[in-house]
């Protein structure tokens, strides 16, 4: 059977305009006067190109308009241009940094204070006009900016890969990210998978893109807009179909059809990698990642623009940031540019940027001599408030029933990754499970045991879960426990960059899908890796393993997601495992509703 789709999540993160200072803060280490030009600090040299003189937009019957992509980049030159991006908790504001690199020399400038309110990228970067044929303006917009987004090489000398993160995280509880486009790079202007479509008649365009005043200023971009002649198209898939040709670019799924199929963007479904759905008819079976849950349409673009998804998304109710692909560019003069787009994927001479980084592999064998608990760095595990929360009833398949649903994250906060091999002996159901431990020079000191992993055998899943790596209860108004959720075992995997500017992150962790993750029924043995400054999120979609409501009468209850519950694992600190969030139940049985107030200063159910 289809999955039904979750009602009510349709919450998105958004980027408001925001009014900068003309003033730019400068830190202690930065000469706040006018430098004399031979000891100045070099500033990355920031300029915005167009990849062609003209591009061909398509507008799909049924769809709600056209995806802006105009092919647009910030190149990078004398240097990378690099943003720390960070917040000392939830009751503070999120500050903006330039990072400055001269050699070992590293300095900082402070950006406005209020530029930026989350981690999606610079609001208002882009100013795009759009003119008929007839010369009328039919489209004015400014469009937010994520250095991280699909990106490539501007010259042959340029550095092989970008050393920044894949996207911009979107996660309501980040706490920390960088955001840079490489030296010699280019990163696309376009907002890729969050942007909202425009409506726009097929026929012929002009558009007008350039950086708005306030960031030419802040950053010291020329003045050079860039024109582009637009064509848009009208097509219709069923077309497609019907003459037997594939079309150019993706079309996209409508709502209707999106509602009832397993989308997995990158890791947006546990399972979703075999093409399996979930059994909606199960009521106790888990929903790992988006299961359950609808699966917003691609943008309807082509798979090398920045409207594809990544494969480090997350699995919360927010759909995946642009890639960090896919684009190779090359410069054959200084006058003109020549751009190719290449193909995704990791193989001899791949420089585009687009590598997945290949997950940790397990050992082939259980590990001997006795087992220690070396003194060496280990991880730290902490969780995030729910998000994501929302009711719904059991449907016709367990009627009467009332469900409280919500996203979860437990992540590594360092300064070791977690590493956790799981051992079969030959017949048996369950694997053992030890905990790793690493020297300063990433060479294995110790183990210890740490319970067990099971195999789930279920539709959406089938693959192997560590036991007690968190555990999801439901909190009376006296913090005295009310329910329990059913989930108990997961398949760990760096879905979420939740904080990527604490010491040892890894900016490219492996194990982001389930193919280097969980493995397969028939492994004898299975590494499951959470990574330095990433999480791993699980959303709770289906009756069975969302809070049973049912019973519990209205009023103020608290969500509590709780990281190593047993304290099996090995880690720095077992004193910021559980985070809490407040909701309040009510309405009425079949009816009933919750409300999320906000958790300091996120405002995010």
């Given at each position: 059977m289809m999955t039904r789709p979750q009602q009510g999540?349709?919450?998105?993160?958004?980027?408001?305009?925001?009014?900068?200072?003309?003033?730019?803060?400068?830190?202690?280490?930065?000469?706040?006067?006018?430098?004399?030009?031979?000891?100045?600090?070099?500033?990355p040299k920031l300029s915005l190109i167009a990849a062609s003189t003209s591009v061909t937009l398509d507008s799909w019957k049924d769809d709600p308009g056209v995806y802006l992509d105009l092919g647009t980049y910030l190149t990078s030159e004398n240097g990378a241009f690099e943003l720390k991006v960070t917040r000392k908790s939830y009751k503070d504001p999120v500050v903006a940094t330039q990072v400055l690199r001269n050699g070992k020399k590293t300095t900082t400038k402070a950006?406005?204070?209020?530029?930026?309110?989350?981690?999606?990228?610079?609001?208002?970067?882009?100013?795009?006009?759009?003119?008929?044929?007839?010369?009328?303006?039919?489209?004015?917009?400014?469009?937010?900016?994520?250095?991280?987004?699909?990106?490539?090489?501007i010259r042959p000398?340029?550095?092989?890969?970008?050393?920044?993160p894949q996207s911009c995280p979107v996660n309501p509880f980040t706490l920390g990210s960088v955001w840079g486009v490489e030296n010699g790079?280019?990163?696309?202007?376009?907002?890729?998978?969050?942007?909202?479509?425009?409506?726009?008649?097929?026929?012929?365009?002009?558009?007008?893109?350039?950086?708005?005043?306030?960031?030419?200023?802040?950053?010291?971009?020329?003045?050079?807009?860039?024109?582009?002649?637009?064509?848009?198209?009208?097509?219709?898939?069923?077309?497609?179909?019907?003459?037997?040709?594939?079309?150019?670019?993706?079309?996209p799924q409508s709502a209707k059809s999106a509602a009832g199929t397993q989308g997995h963007a990158g890791h947006a479904g546990h399972g979703g990698h075999e093409g399996h759905q979930q059994a909606a008819d199960a009521p106790a079976a888990s929903a790992h990642a988006a299961h359950g849950a609808p699966a917003r349409p691609e943008a309807p673009a082509a798979r090398t623009t920045g409207a594809a998804p990544t494969f480090n998304v997350g699995h919360g109710p927010y759909p995946p940031a642009p890639p960090a692909l896919p684009w190779a560019l090359k410069k054959e003069s200084l006058q003109r540019q020549a751009f190719s787009a290449a193909k995704v994927g990791d193989r001899p001479g791949q420089t585009d940027g687009s590598r997945q980084a290949p997950g940790a592999k397990p050992n082939a064998k259980r590990p001997t001599g006795k087992a220690t608990v070396p003194d060496v760095p280990k991880p730290d595990l902490r969780s995030l408030p729910a998000y994501g929360i929302t009711v719904s009833d059991g449907y016709e398949d367990v009627p009467g029933k009332d469900y409280l649903a919500f996203s979860a994250n437990v992540w590594n906060a360092g300064p070791a990754k977690l590493v956790v091999d799981g051992f079969r002996s030959p017949g048996k159901e369950l694997m053992d499970a030890y905990q790793y431990f690493y020297?300063?020079?990433?060479?294995?000191?110790?183990?210890?045991?740490?319970?067990?992993?099971?195999?789930?055998?279920?539709?959406?899943?089938?693959h192997w879960h560590f036991t007690d790596f968190a555990s999801y209860r439901l909190l009376k108004a006296d913090k005295k426990e009310?329910?329990?959720?059913?989930?108990?075992?997961?398949c760990l995997a760096n879905t979420d960059a939740v904080d990527y500017t604490v010491k040892n992150a890894n900016w490219h962790p492996g194990n982001t899908d389930l193919s280097t993750a969980c493995g397969q029924e028939n492994s004898i043995s299975v590494r499951e890796v959470l990574d330095i400054g990433s999480g791993d999120t699980y959303t709770?979609?289906?009756?069975?393993?969302?809070?049973?409501?049912?019973?519990l009468p209205n009023g103020t209850y608290y969500i509590q997601v709780l990281a190593n519950p047993e304290n099996r694992l090995k880690e720095t600190n077992h004193k910021n495992n559980s985070?809490?969030?407040?909701?309040?139940?009510?309405?009425?049985?079949?009816?009933?509703?919750v409300t999320v107030p906000a958790h300091e200063l996120v405002n995010a159910n």
């Open positions: 999540r349709t919450h998105r993160l958004t980027r408001p305009s925001i009014a900068i200072a003309a003033a730019v803060a400068v830190t202690a280490g930065v000469v706040a006067a006018a430098p004399d030009a031979k000891t100045a600090e070099p500033t950006l406005p204070a209020g530029l930026v309110k989350d981690f999606s990228g610079l609001p208002g970067f882009a100013q795009v006009s759009v003119t008929d044929a007839a010369g009328k303006t039919v489209l004015k917009q400014t469009e937010a900016f994520c250095p991280n987004n699909a990106s490539g090489r000398d340029a550095p092989a890969q970008s050393k920044y790079w280019a990163s696309n202007t376009y907002a890729g998978y969050y942007a909202k479509p425009v409506q726009l008649a097929a026929g012929t365009y002009t558009a007008k893109i350039s950086v708005t005043k306030k960031y030419r200023d802040l950053f010291g971009i020329a003045n050079k807009p860039q024109t582009v002649k637009v064509t848009v198209r009208e097509r219709s898939w069923e077309e497609e179909e019907g003459s037997g040709s594939a079309p150019r670019s993706a079309a020297d300063a020079k990433g060479k294995q000191v110790g183990y210890t045991p740490t319970g067990t992993m099971e195999w789930d055998p279920r539709p959406g899943h089938e009310s329910v329990r959720s059913g989930k108990e075992a997961f709770q979609d289906l009756p069975g393993q969302s809070f049973d409501i049912t019973g985070a809490l969030r407040k909701v309040v139940l009510g309405g009425k049985k079949g009816a009933r509703t």
